[in-house]
């Protein structure tokens, strides 16, 4: 069933007619001369209507990023755009925006700046930098393949118990389906103010994850099935049994105890607060948050969601994507 999540937010244009009058008052108009022609050197001539510079694929395919994240539209929902128009607004172009989900079908207005940088609607979102490049993945450790095409970044919490759950749908049910096409890296986003073991955890994992990678992950999936066990009756019995799973997975991993010992003990919060900033930067308020090749999605997704954005981002990057290789 296809799902038109929060589009509602969308058909409210009454805040940018508050700001922007003349788009209500000549919005008719525009679209009846829409079709016009005119000079290069006059299309941000209010009511001149006529041509404006095409989109380019990048700027189509940044524009649809941040409409996706920012109204959380179903994966099920294609998007199209009509070809900009010169309007009303001074700096701006018209571009009429279409979401076809089954037999449904809406058409909703939009401002694009004429230099391509920003695109409007209840509010202005920058498209001229892709979200992807505002996230820090260096040093960070990777599931799959590091140089794959599709990046899946979460900003994620240990004693999440959402994200136990994305977690284990993710690495139990999906992502074997995608070796060798897709990266996993985790940033952290404790929320430390209800859950009083989570910094902790992030801070022992990347301990973890400075040395070994495989340790890591190894590390996130025994603290995300086990957050009951790990939580024990206190916090200081919580912190004890993450230092001790951390000691073990060291021992497994043969990576050099002294070192990862240091970090344990030092706990030194810094590169974990540093993920919960940027993350704040990029809009994120609870875990988990998701972003995939620069789509964003809060909370755990449902699987058949993952599946479809992921076939999309694979096909994109024209690799087989498992859909189409059962056909």
Request: net charge neutral; hydrophobic share 40%; with cysteine.
């Amino acid at each position: 069933m296809v799902r038109f999540r929060r589009l509602s937010a969308i058909f409210v244009f009454v805040i940018f007619t508050a700001a922007l009058p003349a788009i209500a008052q000549d919005k008719a108009a525009s679209r009846k001369d829409s079709g016009a022609t005119s000079s290069s050197s006059k299309t941000e001539d209010a009511g001149k209507g006529g041509s404006a510079a095409p989109l380019t694929p990048e700027i189509s395919h940044l524009i649809e990023n941040e409409i996706r994240s920012h109204y959380s539209v179903s994966p099920q929902i294609s998007i199209s755009f009509a070809p900009p128009k010169a309007g009303k607004t001074q700096g701006y172009d018209d571009l009429v925006v279409t979401f076809t989900g089954g037999t449904h079908t809406t058409s909703h207005d939009f401002l694009l700046s004429k230099d391509r940088k920003k695109l409007a609607h209840l509010e202005i979102m920058d498209i001229s930098v892709d979200v992807m490049s505002k996230i820090n993945v260096k040093g960070r450790p990777v599931k799959g393949n590091p140089d794959a095409s599709v990046t899946i970044v979460t900003y994620d919490d240990f004693q999440c118990p959402v994200c136990s759950r994305m977690h284990s749908m993710l690495f139990d049910n999906v992502f074997k389906s995608y070796a060798g096409r897709v990266r996993v890296i985790y940033k952290d986003y404790p929320l430390v103010e209800i859950h009083p073991w989570a910094l902790h955890a992030a801070v022992d994992g990347n301990c973890l994850g400075a040395q070994n990678s495989d340790a890591y992950w190894d590390f996130a999936d025994y603290v995300h099935a086990n957050q009951r066990m790990v939580t024990g009756r206190s916090r200081a019995e919580a912190f004890a049994n993450l230092d001790s799973l951390t000691e073990e997975q060291g021992r497994k991993h043969k990576i050099d105890q002294e070192k990862l010992q240091a970090c344990v003990k030092g706990q030194d919060e810094s590169a974990v607060r540093a993920s919960m900033a940027e993350g704040n930067t990029l809009g994120v308020e609870a875990t988990p948050t998701v972003f995939i090749n620069g789509q964003r999605f809060i909370g755990i997704m449902a699987e058949e969601d993952l599946r479809a954005v992921l076939d999309r981002d694979v096909a994109e990057s024209g690799k087989q994507s498992p859909a189409t290789a059962k056909n």
